[in-house]
């Protein structure tokens, strides 16, 4: 199996522009941009994410010995082309939104500046990376607003599009405000909190449910969770009351059960009465199973007595917006703005910054986009993160970074934070206006090697 940070995970057609770039000579520096062009149905906000796997595949780019060989027997490239990928590395600089950072439609978040070759070569991997965790964050971030002060765990692995994809969901929504994950792996690499409980089959395996949950508490006693809904819901919350008093002078405490299925709303009322007439007050009730953030709100609305909440399969795979309308655009080659024009797809020109104003308390109430070096009012998002193809910064903590998406989440006004798309407003500059209209009459006008090219009869 090839190395994970393979420079070979991206498009053919990365390597064939490489090709051609290199045999043109055509070296110069390059301007991309990474933005979403329209937001999901239903949001009003999305949330950045995913900026340091990129640093550090940049950092980490090359190409060994074994991906040179495995070029080759495609019989794509000549061997001075693989000859030159040997050589190749990212040195340019990157400037970014910081992670958790809360953003819109055709704001760029991301900014790449190195030679062309550097600059167009890591695009799929760029946009792969950035896109999925963003759109995880995203999602991540409207089940906290949906379930304030419930304590979220992604249980997403299972259902997530392959080992990587759920890896990175649960470094997302722990970013976006998740308490942490199930994922052990991602809790080894990334340091998020692992939670677990039981399944449903360590109960069927044992002929007695209440002998099931005594042996999984003597092995397992700390922070205690006891799955009710493999039989009956509210028998089994009998049985955890019975158990209780056995456990307890051993030591043992039973932190909380967990609910699985059913009408989630009725189970937890009834489970916590009977928790409660057992004396055991202090024993949270967790749930899980479909759950997205309607339901989180609902239950919330509905006061249902449930302290936190495990998300599988909606959250891993945003269901009900499984990708972004996202894109990483050349805006600059040679010094020169460039800007794609194509129906519906069209880009603003040039090196961009993103300015954010806020109203008295915080709240945010406006961007501006504008060309880089124009001052404006407001605080500028984006930031550097690379110079020379280094990181400029030490890398931030997910706990550091889980503490500034919450500011970024308490500082959206009650229109965005609730879950139906709102309007906010983000307003071009009119100097980036002008350099589109610039940049289309010099496209619109036939260079004079283009006609000398086509003879003297050209039109």
């Known amino acids: 199996m090839h190395r994970p940070d393979s420079p070979l995970l991206t498009d053919l057609y990365e390597f064939a522009m490489l090709d051609a770039y290199w045999a043109e000579g055509m070296t110069d520096l390059a301007v991309f941009e990474f933005f979403v062009r329209k937001l999901p149905p239903r949001r009003g906000f999305l949330m950045a994410a995913g900026l340091d796997q990129v640093v550090a595949f940049l950092e980490a780019l090359h190409f060994e010995a074994d991906d040179i060989n495995l070029l080759r027997r495609t019989g794509h490239f000549s061997d001075p082309f693989l000859a030159a990928l040997q050589r190749l590395r990212f040195t340019g600089d990157v400037d970014a939104m910081p992670e958790g950072t809360v953003f819109f439609a055709e704001e760029p978040i991301l900014r790449v500046t190195a030679p062309l070759p550097e600059a167009q070569f890591v695009e799929s991997r760029l946009i792969n990376l950035v896109q999925l965790e963003t759109l995880i964050a995203s999602k991540a971030a409207r089940m906290v607003l949906a379930a304030p002060g419930k304590r979220l765990v992604d249980f997403g692995l299972r259902r997530a599009h392959g080992a990587e994809a759920g890896l990175l969901a649960a470094r997302a929504s722990y970013l976006a405000g998740f308490a942490g994950t199930a994922t052990t792996l991602a809790g080894a690499l990334f340091g998020i909190p692992v939670y677990g409980t039981m399944a449903h089959s360590f109960i069927q395996a044992h002929d007695d449910e209440t002998l099931a949950f005594e042996h999984f508490a003597r092995v397992r006693p700390d922070g205690l969770i006891l799955l009710l809904d493999t039989y009956d819901t509210e028998r089994a919350a009998r049985h955890v009351v019975e158990l209780a008093p056995r456990l307890a002078a051993a030591g043992i405490t039973i932190a909380g059960v967990r609910l699985d299925s059913g009408d989630l709303a009725q189970h937890a009322r009834h489970v916590r009465q009977i928790l409660d007439q057992g004396g055991l007050n202090g024993t949270t009730i967790f749930a899980s199973g479909g759950l997205d953030e309607d339901a989180l709100l609902r239950l919330s609305r509905e006061r249902a007595p449930i302290d936190g909440f495990g998300i599988g399969t909606s959250l891993a795979a945003s ?141």
């Open 319 to 459: 269901v009900d917006a499984p990708a972004l309308d996202c894109a990483y655009k050349l805006q600059e080659y040679g010094g020169v703005p460039r800007r794609k024009r194509s129906e519906g797809k069209a880009t603003w020109p040039g090196r961009k910054q993103v300015w954010r104003c806020h109203a008295e308390g915080g709240t945010i109430a406006g961007d501006t986009i504008t060309l880089a070096n124009m001052p404006c009012a407001g605080t500028p998002l984006l930031r550097p993160v690379m110079r020379a193809g280094r990181r400029v910064t030490p890398p931030i903590s997910a706990s550091e970074i889980r503490s500034y998406s919450a500011r970024q989440l308490e500082s959206l006004p009650e229109s965005l934070a609730a879950l139906e798309a709102a309007p906010y407003p983000v307003t071009i500059h009119p100097a980036l206006r002008e350099l589109a209209a610039v940049c289309d009459a010099r496209t619109e006008a036939k260079p004079a090697s283009a006609l000398s090219r086509a003879g003297s009869d050209a039109p």
